[in-house]
């Protein structure tokens, strides 16, 4: 019997005496010896006694009983009472306090050794029950596990907090029935799972459940049923959300087939470190057959382990017995092949190694998808070429080259010429081809070792290393933008581009990546400037036209909230009897900083920005608005034109937004004509869609700058335009030569044949008037005839006038 280490509790001294006396006889220790509730508690925190013995009644405040309360409380000590009372009201509320015995005074030697051994006993399974729960707790808590059961015929399912968490709402207040429960599984898995739970014995299963966000959970479920008799059944059982490591596993199953179907090596060895066994899979990865294996030391199949070099002994010292890393596996045939190793220990109850599992992966559809990645990480998906991340690696280690051997580096800032349109008009599949010819075009006209990479949208850069001059760099990039504006022909669609072409040099545009691409983009958005299609090398003073582009680009944003944007009307005049037919409105930017702004300072950064859908429902607005207060002024004969942007004829919000301001201004549908580019017109099935949608409105349409753009005349015998506007780039070389007359006159012929009204834009003389006038032309506009001005620069006299002849003095001209 293990001696104990006990503190007697006892208000008579004698008998406290003989009780020390008693337990020293027996081999125990008596730690010391008190008299009343409050001596007891002080003795059990200083002596830390293993069992007490304790009377009843004591003296001073409190008993026993309460002391028994108070000590099992703070310290979970077995207490034994030694009382002279057995009365039941006495044995009741002793029995509350739940001791570890009771021996009623007097009592033998003997009945108090085996009440200290039943106690001891007692004590030792409690601690070790205890202790058991709550490791059991903590495994459950450490699995996630939630904790349920079940019993029949009550059909009582009741669950803990975790249960709840994964059955959701529907199974609060954690007592429901099973078919509630049952309810919540997937179709597909509630047979299974109905099944499992008519199964004796321990089971397990995994299934699909339904969550409150209505979306389907993975769940694991572990039990044991047992049958009492055929209507009485009892399930004992647990539950996981196993939904992360079904996602996992559904993901890695996406990556490759490869790596889904593999199958791992297993290698046995003793503690030599010596393989005992082989499965069939280490066969068929390595080679090897089962005999040529045994009785060899792993290592000689194992070879380029990447992490720090470790023995078994090693593993087996550590507190996992486990490690894992990346090996090379040698194959029969040489080869070798990337493993992904697992070496875990096996241990006897003593601790003692018995033996090393050692599996192996093959993980070679992995690094193969990792150097696939690596690719994509530094290439763009779209043409092939190096991205910015490529180009940020390559052109660090060329600069660092180029100032070595006093060579000179060209970098080249690409950006596609009309893009834009044909994205927004013929679709983004279209686009991609585009952007793909571009990349090929690039490409072939710049050498092995150059670079090319795309930035993204329209956007390239190319860098040129070891250039010997300026000159050299602008020849190639020439190359490149004669390649580019040279005709594509995409599926049915014959497309012209362009590009602007930004050139900067290292070293004397720019010291550092950053520094030189801010010069070749700077350089570029100059050929912008310039009117596109061009080649333009880097200077200081195009950092200022940046500067002005980002302040007009910043500014663009708010400008519509601010006011800053007001309309200006230009008069189309009638050339044979000199009187006004309507108005074209044309916007203009009252920059805060800047002062008045004309469209071709800012409409190609309110295209680019996105901004221009919202800023032509403006103009389209303003614009009905104020057609209709010249009709209140009695000219309802009056016409208004407005511009719209291919990126307002993006779906069909522009016939609905038309129709609206139709109504909403209660003006004509002939009182408005809406006019659009001849770029627009590339993707004639949407445009003629448009196109006729307007003119079932009553709406007039004119092609704009006609003659400039890329799109076939034949085109106008199926499109339902009511007028075309010849460009002033024609009318400016008038009066010309023979060859220039007979151009107007073939354009006026097409045009009457085709029932089609004509307008010459750009009439600045007289003499550009008078001959016009002589080919038939009806209708012109110009600052010969009115510069565009503001409504209010009207007066109603001028506007009320049949003929306008009189008031186009010098000063208009």
């Given at each position: 019997m293990k001696a104990e280490n006990i503190l007697i509790v006892e208000d008579e001294p004698v008998v406290a005496l003989d009780l020390q006396q008693t337990l020293e006889e027996m081999g125990h220790q008596v730690c010391a010896i008190s008299i009343s509730m409050e001596g007891a508690i002080e003795a059990v925190a200083s002596h830390q006694p293993s069992l007490l013995l304790m009377d009843i009644h004591l003296q001073g405040h409190g008993d026993g009983i309460e002391a028994c309360h108070e000590i099992y409380r703070h310290w979970q000590l077995p207490?034994?009472?030694?009382?002279?009372?057995?009365?039941?009201?006495?044995?009741?509320?002793?029995?509350?306090?739940?001791?570890?015995?009771?021996?009623?005074?007097?009592?033998?030697?003997?009945?108090?050794?085996?009440?200290?051994?039943?106690?001891?006993?007692?004590?030792?399974?409690?601690?070790?029950?205890?202790?058991?729960?709550?490791?059991?707790?903590?495994?459950?808590?450490?699995?996630?596990?939630?904790?349920?059961?079940?019993?029949?015929?009550?059909?009582?399912?009741?669950?803990?907090?975790?249960?709840?968490?994964?059955?959701?709402?529907?199974?609060?207040?954690?007592?429901?029935?099973?078919?509630?429960?049952?309810?919540?599984?997937?179709?597909?898995?509630?047979?299974?799972?109905?099944?499992?739970?008519?199964?004796?014995?321990?089971?397990?299963?995994?299934?699909?459940?339904?969550h409150d966000s209505?979306?389907?959970?993975?769940?694991?479920?572990?039990?044991?049923?047992?049958?009492?008799?055929?209507?009485?059944?009892?399930?004992?059982?647990?539950?996981?959300?196993?939904?992360?490591?079904?996602?996992?596993?559904?993901?890695?199953?996406?990556?490759?087939?490869?790596?889904?179907?593999?199958?791992?090596?297993?290698?046995?060895?003793?503690?030599?470190?010596?393989?005992?066994?082989?499965?069939?899979?280490?066969?068929?990865?390595?080679?090897?057959?089962?005999?040529?294996?045994?009785?060899?030391?792993?290592?000689?199949?194992?070879?380029?382990?990447?992490?720090?070099?470790?023995?078994?002994?090693?593993?087996?010292?550590?507190?996992?017995?486990?490690?894992?890393?990346?090996?090379?596996c040698r194959r029969q045939d040489g080869t070798i092949l990337h493993t992904l190793l697992h070496i875990c220990t096996v241990k006897d109850q003593h601790g003692e190694v018995l033996q090393f599992v050692q599996t192996f992966s093959d993980i070679s559809a992995i690094r193969e998808a990792e150097r696939q990645l690596l690719h994509l990480a530094y290439h763009d998906p779209l043409t092939g070429l190096g991205n910015r991340y490529l180009l940020d690696q390559n052109l660090e280690s060329e600069l660092a080259r180029a100032l070595s051997h006093q060579r000179i580096v060209a970098i080249m800032f690409i950006d596609l010429d009309g893009f834009k349109a044909i994205n927004d008009s013929l679709g983004h599949h279209i686009g991609d081809r585009v952007i793909q010819e571009a990349a090929g075009r690039i490409v072939r006209q710049i050498r092995r070792h150059d670079e090319a990479v795309r930035l993204g949208g329209d956007e390239f850069v190319v860098m040129i290393p070891d250039v010997l001059s300026s000159g050299e760099g602008l020849l190639v990039a020439n190359k490149i933008l004669r390649s580019l504006s040279a005709p594509m022909q995409i599926d049915?669609?014959?497309?012209?581009?362009?590009?602007?072409?930004?050139?900067?040099?290292?070293?004397?545009?720019?010291?550092?990546?950053?520094?030189?691409?801010?010069?070749?983009?700077?350089?570029?958005?100059?050929?912008?400037?310039?009117?596109?299609?061009?080649?333009?090398?880097?200077?200081?003073?195009?950092?200022?036209?940046?500067?002005?582009?980002?302040?007009?680009?910043?500014?663009?944003?708010?400008?519509?909230?601010?006011?800053?944007?007001?309309?200006?009307?230009?008069?189309?005049?009638?050339?044979?009897?000199?009187?006004?037919?309507?108005?074209?409105?044309?916007?203009?930017?009252?920059?805060?900083?800047?002062?008045?702004?004309?469209?071709d300072k800012f409409i190609s950064i309110a295209e680019d920005t996105g901004l221009i859908e919202s800023i032509g429902s403006w103009v389209l607005d303003q614009a009905a608005a104020q057609i209709k207060k010249w009709a209140q002024q009695g000219r309802q004969d009056l016409f208004m034109a407005v511009n719209v942007s291919a990126r307002q004829f993006r779906g069909n919000y522009f016939l609905n937004e038309l129709k609206t301001v139709l109504q909403r201004h209660e003006i004509l549908p002939e009182q408005i004509e809406i006019e659009i580019t001849e770029s627009m017109l590339q993707d004639f099935h949407s445009i003629r869609k448009m196109v006729l949608g307007m003119r079932e409105l009553g709406v007039s349409v004119a092609i704009?700058?006609?003659?400039?753009?890329?799109?076939?005349?034949?085109?106008?015998?199926?499109?339902?335009?009511?007028?075309?506007?010849?460009?002033?780039?024609?009318?400016?070389?008038?009066?010309?030569?023979?060859?220039?007359?007979?151009?107007?006159?073939?354009?006026?012929?097409?045009?009457?044949?085709?029932?089609?009204?004509?307008?010459?834009?750009?009439?600045?003389?007289?003499?550009?008037?008078?001959?016009?006038?002589?080919?038939?032309?009806?209708?012109?506009?110009?600052?010969?005839?009115?510069?565009?001005?503001?409504?209010?620069?009207?007066?109603?006299?001028?506007?009320?006038?049949?003929?306008?002849?009189?008031?186009?003095?010098?000063?208009?001209?």
């Open positions: 207490v034994i009472f030694l009382s002279a009372y057995a009365d039941e009201k006495t044995v009741r509320r002793a029995a509350v306090a739940k001791p570890f015995g009771y021996l009623t005074k007097p009592y033998n030697k003997k009945d108090l050794n085996a009440v200290i051994q039943v106690a001891r006993s007692r004590h030792d399974a409690e601690l070790a029950l205890a202790k058991s729960e709550q490791k059991l707790a903590i495994a459950i808590e450490a699995a996630e596990l939630a904790t349920w059961e079940w019993e029949s015929p009550l059909d009582h399912l009741i669950g803990d907090e975790r249960f709840k968490l994964i059955w959701g709402s529907s199974l609060q207040p954690f007592i429901a029935s099973l078919s509630a429960m049952l309810a919540r599984v997937h179709p597909d898995d509630r047979h299974h799972v109905e099944s499992t739970l008519q199964t004796q014995g321990f089971f397990k299963c995994d299934f699909r459940a339904i209505g979306e389907y959970a993975y769940l694991e479920m572990f039990g044991h049923l047992r049958i009492n008799r055929p209507d009485q059944k009892l399930v004992i059982g647990a539950l996981r959300d196993v939904t992360p490591r079904k996602k996992m596993e559904e993901r890695l199953q996406q990556a490759s087939i490869v790596f889904r179907t593999i199958t791992e090596g297993i290698m046995v060895l003793n503690t030599d470190g010596l393989i005992s066994s082989v499965n069939p899979a280490f066969c068929k990865l390595t080679g090897y057959a089962e005999e040529a294996a045994l009785g060899h030391y792993a290592a000689e199949f194992m070879v380029n382990r990447r992490d720090m070099e470790i023995s078994y002994a090693d593993i087996a010292c550590t507190a996992s017995g486990f490690w894992a890393g990346e090996v090379g049915e669609q014959k497309l012209v581009i362009g590009a602007s072409i930004g050139v900067a040099f290292f070293p004397q545009d720019g010291q550092t990546l950053s520094d030189l691409l801010s010069a070749a983009d700077s350089a570029m958005y100059e050929a912008k400037r310039q009117g596109k299609g061009r080649v333009c090398a880097y200077s200081s003073d195009l950092v200022e036209n940046v500067r002005t582009r980002l302040n007009l680009e910043q500014g663009m944003h708010g400008a519509l909230q601010r006011n800053e944007f007001v309309l200006f009307y230009q008069p189309v005049i009638d050339l044979y009897e000199s009187r006004l037919m309507g108005f074209e409105a044309l916007i203009r930017w009252n920059h805060p900083e800047f002062g008045l702004l004309p469209p704009d700058d006609f003659g400039t753009g890329y799109s076939s005349l034949a085109l106008l015998k199926y499109l339902p335009v009511t007028r075309i506007k010849i460009d002033r780039s024609f009318v400016i070389s008038l009066p010309g030569t023979a060859r220039d007359v007979g151009l107007f006159s073939a354009i006026m012929q097409m045009a009457n044949s085709l029932e089609l009204n004509v307008t010459a834009e750009g009439v600045e003389t007289y003499d550009q008037s008078q001959i016009l006038r002589t080919m038939g032309y009806p209708a012109v506009q110009g600052y010969f005839w009115g510069r565009p001005v503001a409504a209010e620069d009207y007066d109603e006299v001028w506007i009320k006038n049949s003929s306008v002849s009189g008031y186009f003095l010098d000063e208009n001209k």
